[in-house]
Nanobody, 124 residues
Framework: QVQLVESGGGLVQTGGSLRLSCAAS????????MAWFRQAPGKERNFVAA????????VFGGSVKGRFTIARDNDKNTIYLQMNSLQPEDTADYYC?????????????????WGQGTQVTVSS
């Protein structure tokens, strides 16, 4: 089973940018639909973005549309989340997730493989 490792989190000021990476352990990475979710302290885990196996199809959560982009490099077994115009409400732990069962899903339970998360803090 593929394992996922996120990186790139940190502290940034309002209006700044960060790029998160999620590296997968297997060469079968291209078989997986990939997604990013986030969870703020005391809140539910929410959908951020997903990308299909080819990297062409992408979908975003409403609160990040126009500010975040998602991409994948199947040769490097890695997906990326470019986050621009960051706001304090973007502060959360960000998780990478994978599934072979769906082309797209915004529901966390559709994903059966998860990374351990990377923390993003946006200061006001």
């Amino acid at each position: 089973q593929v394992q996922l490792v996120e990186s790139g989190g940190g502290l940034v000021q309002t209006g700044g940018s960060l790029r998160l990476s999620c590296a997968a352990s297997e060469s079968t990475f291209s078989n997986y639909t990939m997604a990013w979710f986030r969870q703020a302290p005391g809140k539910e885990r929410n959908f951020v973005a997903a990308i299909d196996r080819s990297g062409v199809g992408r979908v975003f959560g409403g609160s990040v549309k126009g500010r975040f982009t998602i991409a994948r490099d199947n040769d490097k077994n890695t997906i990326y989340l470019q986050m621009n115009s960051l706001q304090p409400e973007d502060t959360a732990d960000y998780y990478c997730a994978a599934t072979t069962h769906y082309q797209f899903s915004m529901v966390a339970r559709a994903y059966d493989i998860w990374g351990q998360g990377t923390q993003v803090t946006v200061s006001s």
